[in-house]
């Protein structure tokens, strides 16, 4: 999964008609409808105000907004899923130059919308996870000098108790090798509990 990698805004001109795609990570649909009419309000002059979000695999709209139907919204979101984005809206302000761009129109509001994805630049979503272990808790500051020293996980927290909680963060397809590891460098099995999930962002 992807989104971009910042808010971004970029305009161009086709036929005298100015194209104002304004992008903007959103993480709800709220989020997203908050965006569009943000954007209405800033552009409150303009001819067409044309929109698309996909926030996951169910939250996806589209909008033309008086432009002629299907030929704005939907070809937004299509560049949308292409690039394989989530957490993403998109406004296409339109002011009129006079000029009708007939089956033109769809490819101004795609390509305005492809236009400002690559400059605003991807980055991909990783599944990250927490996971633990238990240790004695009196060996505990010394295996976790070991554990600093290596590359495959981070060290998310250690809790204290009866016994020292070690909680690991790492992506998530790793979690059989860093047991691996772990076996093979303290000396004893080491079986790792999920502890929580999240998603983080890599810049491409």
């Given at each position: 999964?992807?989104?971009?990698?910042?808010d971004?805004?970029?305009?161009?001109?086709?036929?005298?008609?100015?194209?104002?795609?304004?992008?903007?990570?959103?993480?709800?649909?709220?989020?997203?409808?908050?965006?569009?009419?943000?954007?209405?309000?800033?552009?409150?002059?303009a001819?067409?105000?044309?929109?698309?979000?996909?926030?996951?695999?169910?939250?996806?709209?589209?909008?033309?907004?008086?432009?002629?139907?299907?030929?704005?919204?939907?070809?937004?979101?299509?560049?949308?899923?292409?690039?394989?984005?989530?957490?993403?809206?998109?406004?296409?302000?339109?002011?009129?130059?006079?000029?009708?761009?007939?089956?033109?129109?769809?490819?101004?509001?795609?390509?305005?919308?492809?236009?400002?994805?690559?400059?605003?630049?991807?980055?991909?979503?990783?599944?990250l996870?927490?996971?633990?272990?238990?240790?004695?808790?009196n060996?505990?500051?010394?295996?976790?000098?070991?554990?600093?020293q290596?590359?495959?996980?981070?060290?998310?927290?250690?809790q204290?108790?009866?016994?020292?909680?070690?909680?690991?963060?790492?992506?998530?397809?790793?979690?059989?090798?860093?047991?691996?590891?772990?076996?093979?460098?303290?000396?004893?099995?080491?079986?790792?509990?999920?502890?929580?999930?999240?998603?983080?962002?890599?810049?491409?």
């Amino acid at each position: 999964m992807y989104t971009i990698s910042r808010d971004y805004r970029k305009e161009i001109v086709i036929e005298k008609s100015r194209f104002i795609c304004s992008l903007k990570k959103v993480h709800s649909e709220a989020e997203a409808q908050e965006f569009i009419k943000a954007v209405k309000k800033e552009f409150w002059d303009a001819t067409h105000n044309c929109s698309a979000y996909i926030v996951d695999d169910l939250a996806q709209r589209s909008s033309d907004d008086g432009e002629p139907s299907g030929t704005a919204g939907i070809p937004m979101l299509e560049v949308l899923r292409k690039n394989g984005l989530t957490e993403t809206a998109a406004v296409v302000t339109r002011y009129f130059g006079g000029i009708k761009l007939g089956a033109g129109l769809v490819r101004a509001y795609s390509g305005s919308v492809a236009g400002a994805v690559k400059e605003a630049g991807l980055a991909q979503k990783i599944l990250l996870g927490y996971y633990s272990f238990l240790y004695d808790v009196n060996s505990v500051g010394r295996i976790l000098n070991v554990l600093y020293q290596q590359q495959l996980f981070e060290i998310a927290d250690v809790q204290y108790d009866l016994r020292a909680k070690v909680i690991l963060k790492m992506r998530a397809e790793q979690k059989a090798e860093a047991e691996a590891w772990l076996t093979e460098n303290l000396n004893q099995q080491i079986e790792l509990e999920q502890e929580g999930t999240e998603f983080a962002e890599v810049a491409l």
